[in-house]
């Protein structure tokens, strides 16, 4: 997710989240609505045991540990935030009556994208909290035509905080963007995109910051991305201008740091750079991707089949045999598998009782 973009935001506006349809046919077992508030569709043959972790306010961009115990994310509404702050939790934590998870995070400024370090006991994360104590400003779609827009402060940089909240060390210094990191699965690299070089690019740099390198560098803005389980590639979206009229837009909406990422496809690359293959062609806005744990496949998420919900589909890295892997009616994203491959995390607006709220999903993952 960042451009601080606040993922969670796209829920609610990419979306324009829960309609008042949802209100219909109240389901006294569940508190939620029959329509679209569900745990499970029948239809969803990969996920078993489905069960929801968060439980009001807008939760997204959950991550595991190297170990598969615990998650970290991002939250706001919730807990008296005024915006986005990162927290950790045990998968088998109950939230369900209110508890708060721990707070990794400063509590100031705005937070996004987060990952656990090798050991489970460090914590990597963009945040804006040195700038400003306060929320940035969100900008208003009226003022630029009514457009999805979302938000690049230049505010963010990349933090390291041990699992307690104790922040540890400043990793990115360059003037712009930095943010959304992730993590190699062999533990020696960190990907993640910024603006130093006037455009939103890929880089990677070593745990402690060092050694940077730029991997993508074609106009448009490169983003989410996450290494192959081998640590050998990178599976990322992009939104990439081609025509005259698209570049000049781009490039006027980043100059005030903005984006408008509403047609975003998938890309691999080897971690180089190299090798870059565009694998989805399907309009629309496909992003989120992870892959799976053996590597030849990659869930992610997409509106293509209807603009106004996303659901999660699996395609082969080749681009060939698209799946769809969830049937909500409003929003599926953010998907990543455990390191074991057992199971599953996700954020949707299912089971929300009517509501905008962006919860926190785990299922078993059957292949």
Not at 237 to 264: C, F, H, W
Not at 320 to 339: H, N, R
């Amino acid at each position: 997710m960042k451009l601080k973009i606040t993922f969670i935001v796209i829920a609610s506006l990419f979306l324009g989240c829960k309609s008042s349809h949802n209100k219909a046919s109240y389901d006294g077992k569940s508190g939620a609505t029959k329509i679209v508030n569900k745990l499970h569709y029948s239809q969803e043959k990969h996920l078993k045991n489905v069960q929801q972790l968060t439980f009001g306010g807008d939760n997204a961009e959950a991550y595991w540990s190297f170990d598969s115990k615990k998650l970290v994310f991002q939250a706001s509404n919730v807990w008296d935030l005024k915006c986005d702050q990162i927290f950790t939790m045990n998968i088998t934590d109950d939230l369900s009556k209110g508890a708060k998870p721990q707070l990794v995070s400063t509590g100031t400024g705005r937070t996004t994208c987060s990952y656990f370090l090798p050991g489970d006991s460090t914590i990597v994360y963009s945040s804006t909290h040195l700038v400003s104590v306060d929320c940035p400003t969100v900008p208003k779609k009226e003022d630029y035509g009514n457009k999805y827009i979302w938000p690049v402060y230049e505010s963010y940089d990349i933090f390291t905080a041990d699992t307690k909240g104790k922040q540890l060390k400043q990793l990115t210094f360059e003037d712009g963007y930095d943010a959304e990191p992730t993590v190699s699965p062999k533990g020696d690299k960190i990907v993640f995109t910024s603006t130093r070089t006037g455009d939103l690019e890929l880089f990677t740099m070593n745990l402690d910051g060092t050694d940077v390198k730029q991997v993508t560098f074609e106009l448009g803005y490169d983003g989410g991305a996450f290494f192959s389980p081998d640590g050998s590639k990178l599976i990322f979206r992009s939104s990439r201008p081609k025509t005259e009229e698209e570049i000049k837009e781009y490039k006027d909406l980043l100059a005030v740091g903005l984006v408008q990422p509403t047609n975003m496809e998938l890309y691999t690359c080897n971690v180089d750079g190299s090798a870059l293959t565009k694998i989805t062609d399907l309009g629309n806005a496909n992003w989120a991707p992870f892959f799976h744990p053996l590597g030849k496949k990659v869930i992610f998420s997409s509106n293509h089949k209807s603009k106004h919900s996303f659901n999660l589909f699996m395609i082969n890295v080749d681009g060939t045999g698209l799946e769809q892997i969830t049937y909500d009616t409003v929003f599926d994203a953010f998907p990543m598998f455990s390191p074991d491959g057992k199971k599953i995390v996700f954020s949707s607006n299912r089971n929300n009782n009517g509501t905008h709220d962006t919860n926190l999903f785990i299922a078993d993952w059957v292949d």
